[in-house]
């Protein structure tokens, strides 16, 4: 059985950094692509970047370029989504997501089958 699980949301300043944490146990990590996403409150869920955990394809959202950063350590079975410069509007549960989507879904939730419970991150004015 695939478990995600993130950590790493608080109570941030504006201005201030993020790193969130997603460790993934019973998958075949290496195979797959790992996928953040986020939901403010009030709006739809938002893709925010995801990456190929074999070779070195990233796909980010145009709105996060610049400001967020994916990176994965196999060997740990875990990715980490960096959040530099926070924004109030950057408050939101994140969510984690594995799966095996084709390129055409790599940006859709979709194309995820196995998701976390989400870290909350709020970032005050």
């Known amino acids: 059985q695939v478990q995600v699980v993130e950590s790493g949301g608080g109570l941030v300043q504006a201005g201030d950094s993020l790193r969130l944490s997603c460790v993934v146990s019973g998958h075949t990590f290496s195979n797959s692509a790992l996928g953040w996403f986020r939901r403010a409150p009030g709006k739809e869920r938002e893709f925010l970047v995801a990456?190929?955990?074999?070779?070195?394809?990233?796909y980010y959202a145009d709105s996060v370029k610049g400001r967020f950063t994916i990176s994965r350590d196999n060997a740990k079975n875990t990715g980490y989504l960096q959040i530099n410069s926070l924004k109030p509007e950057d408050t939101a549960v994140y969510y984690c997501?594995?799966?095996?989507?084709?390129?055409?879904?790599?940006?859709?939730?979709?194309?995820?089958?196995?998701w976390g419970q989400g870290t909350q991150v709020t970032v005050s004015s």
């Open positions: 990456t190929r955990m074999s070779g070195d394809s990233t």
């Open positions: 997501a594995v799966g095996l989507p084709t390129l055409a879904l790599i940006r859709s939730s979709r194309g995820y089958q196995n």
